[in-house]
C-alpha cells in the first residue's frame, strides 16, 4: 500500500515543523529584517527538504535547515543589494521593527536595551549569538550553518559576549543586568 509511506511522510514532515519552524521564522526574520519574507524563506525551506529526499533524523536536521534558510536569506540579500540600496534610515527601521516573543515576555525594557546593544554588533556576532542564545545550537553546529570554523564561533561568541558586558557596565547599568545567559 503506498498511503503508509506518505502518512509516514507528512508526519515526519509535521514534527519537523513543528520542532523547527518558530526558530526558523525568528532566524530568517532577523536576516532578512522582515517578517514576511521570513516566512517565505521558511516555507521554502521545508519544501527543500521535502525535495531532498534526504533521512535526516540523527540529530542534524535542525543544523541541515538553518543553513539551508540561512543560505537562502543570504541570497535574497544578495540580490537586493544589486537591485537597490537601502537608505540608512529605513536600515535602521528594519533593525529594530520586531522583538522576538521571549524577549517580550521577560520584560519590555530590558529586551529594548539587550536589542540595541546586540545590534551595536557586527553582524557576524550577532549571527552566531542568536544561533548559540536563541536556539541553543553548539559552536559545531554553528560553524556547520555559517561556514566559520568552530575556533572562530568561539571566539566571536566570546568576543561578543565581552562587548556586550562591558556596554552595560559602561551604561551603569551593573555587571549583572548586562550579563548573557
Known amino acids: 500500500?503506498?498511503?503508509e509511506p506518505n502518512d509516514n511522510l507528512a508526519a515526519w514532515l509535521r514534527k519537523a515543523?513543528?520542532?523547527h519552524e518558530g526558530a526558523l521564522l525568528r532566524y530568517a526574520g532577523r536576516i532578512l529584517g522582515d517578517a514576511d519574507r521570513g516566512r517565505?524563506?521558511?516555507?521554502?525551506?521545508f519544501l527543500r527538504l521535502l525535495e531532498s529526499g534526504r533521512d535526516l533524523d540523527g540529530g542534524h536536521l535542525a543544523q541541515w535547515l538553518f543553513t539551508v534558510c540561512r543560505n537562502r536569506c543570504l541570497d535574497i540579500c544578495r540580490k537586493e543589494r544589486r537591485m537597490t540600496l537601502m537608505s540608512e534610515h529605513v536600515e535602521r527601521t528594519y533593525a529594530g521593527a520586531e522583538l522576538p516573543p521571549d524577549?517580550?515576555?521577560s520584560g519590555r525594557e530590558q529586551a529594548g536595551q539587550v536589542s540595541a546593544a546586540m545590534s551595536a554588533l557586527p553582524p557576524n556576532q550577532q549571527e552566531v549569538l542568536r544561533l548559540r542564545f536563541q536556539n541553543g545550537f553548539s559552536y559545531k553546529q554553528i560553524a556547520g550553518i555559517t561556514g566559520l570554523s568552530v575556533t572562530n564561533v568561539g571566539?566571536?561568541?566570546h568576543t561578543g559576549i565581552q562587548r556586550l558586558r562591558k556596554?552595560?557596565?559602561v551604561d551603569g547599568r551593573g555587571g549583572r543586568q548586562g550579563e548573557t545567559r
Do not use: E, N, P, S
Open 1 to 3: 500500500m503506498t498511503v
Open 17 to 19: 515543523m513543528d520542532d
Open 40 to 45: 517565505d524563506v521558511v516555507q521554502d525551506t
Open 103 to 105: 524577549d517580550v515576555a
Open 155 to 157: 571566539f566571536l561568541i
Open 167 to 169: 556596554r552595560f557596565q
